[in-house]
């Protein structure tokens, strides 16, 4: 299977095996006796609490009581090319091959998150899925799916012909953001003086929340609610506690659906289009009365096109890119 890159000291070894997805805050794990067997004991840590990948995988497996994994494989938040990892989003560096070493595994996959996530998504369950807008999925179409978190993941799955999938691995996130309005334009400027370049992710992710926040705070010549965090923004968001809050929402939400309306333009993505991450799924009913669905449909002549596109919100209890992860070993 493509899109992954793995360190082997040996083939067609017997699990048991530790499956993870690592984004730039939290660290999930979980374990798995066997290729098609239950993905158990999954944990959740955050990943500021540990100097290394390495020490979170040893905490991990120190507080689980099961036999030690000699397989593994791990989604992480961050493109995979060679052996050396460094990630966007979080200080963690590593070589897959000596921490393969380091932690005894015979072999070791890492691949893209969002790769993980989408090879997961064919098997997502009904119940995991809230719809926003759009009609039917088209049987054998490609597949869109991005999702904002600590940052903004972007992938999708291509059907092979014959039956099965092929996921994507890049860098979407990172494409230019297209401001719409006047007020975006105000935060698209803001974005390109701090930063250099003004990215999706720079505003679609939970750092975005807060510097969009800051820059229409500026542009009305107000202070910013000093020490907050994109929880804390969202919150007042929701409670309708503070305008400008509810506004930095809302144009999140806005700029999001503009990235995945031109994702599935540029996937022709018939079979629908996933969100996950970490933002989303918490907004609840909110997201759905968001300009998200207005302006994902909003291409001038080809929004009757995309108006028939169904997107799915992913709001699962376990991360869906663990099981992503086992099919990423199961296939390579």
């Known amino acids: ?56 995988i040893r905490a991990y497996l120190d507080r689980i009581e099961r036999p030690g994994p000699r397989v593994g494989a791990i989604a992480i938040a961050n493109p995979v090319h060679g052996d050396r990892i460094q990630m966007t989003n979080h200080h963690w560096s590593f070589s897959i091959s000596a921490l393969r070493q380091a932690l005894g595994f015979a072999r070791l996959e ?48 291509l059907p092979d012909g014959c039956g099965g999938w092929i996921p994507l691995q890049g860098e979407g996130g990172h494409v230019s953001l297209a401001p719409v309005t006047p007020r975006e334009q105000l935060v698209v400027d803001y974005l390109i003086q701090r930063y250099g370049h003004a990215s999706a992710e ?8 807060v510097d969009i926040l800051r820059a229409l705070c500026l542009a009305d010549g107000v202070l910013p609610p000093e020490g907050w965090g994109p929880a804390q923004v969202s919150a007042a968001a929701l409670s309708g506690q503070d305008a400008r809050c509810s506004e930095a929402l809302a144009m999140l939400c806005a700029l999001l659906g503009s990235v995945a309306g031109n994702l599935a333009l540029t996937l022709g993505a018939k079979g629908g289009v996933y969100i ?6 918490r907004l609840g009913e909110w997201f759905a009365r968001s300009p998200f669905r207005a302006r994902f449909e909003a291409k001038g002549r080809f ?14 209890s376990q991360s869906p890119a663990l ?7 199961d296939q390579a």
Request: include cysteine; proline fraction near 8%; charge should be negative.
């Open 323 to 329: 099981a992503g992860v086992a099919k990423a070993l």
């Open 202 to 209: 720079r505003a679609v992710s939970g750092m975005g929340l």
């Open 1 to 56: 299977m493509e899109n992954l890159k793995s360190s082997h000291a040996g083939a067609n070894v017997p699990a048991p095996r530790l499956l993870a997805d690592v984004g730039g805050t939290h660290a999930r794990f979980a374990w798995q006796a066997a290729a098609g067997a239950p993905i158990e004991d999954p944990i959740t840590l955050p990943c500021a609490e540990y100097q290394t990948l390495e020490a979170a």
């Open 110 to 157: 890492l691949l893209n998150d969002f790769t993980a996530l989408a090879l997961a998504l064919p098997d997502l369950p009904s119940e995991q899925l809230f719809q926003v807008g759009g009609g039917c999925a088209l049987p054998g179409s490609a597949i869109g799916l991005l999702g904002p978190g600590t940052g903004l993941g972007v992938s999708g799955l």
């Open 276 to 281: 996950g991450g970490g933002i989303v799924p």
């Open 303 to 316: 929004q009757s096109y995309l108006a028939e596109i169904p997107v799915w919100v992913i709001n699962a």
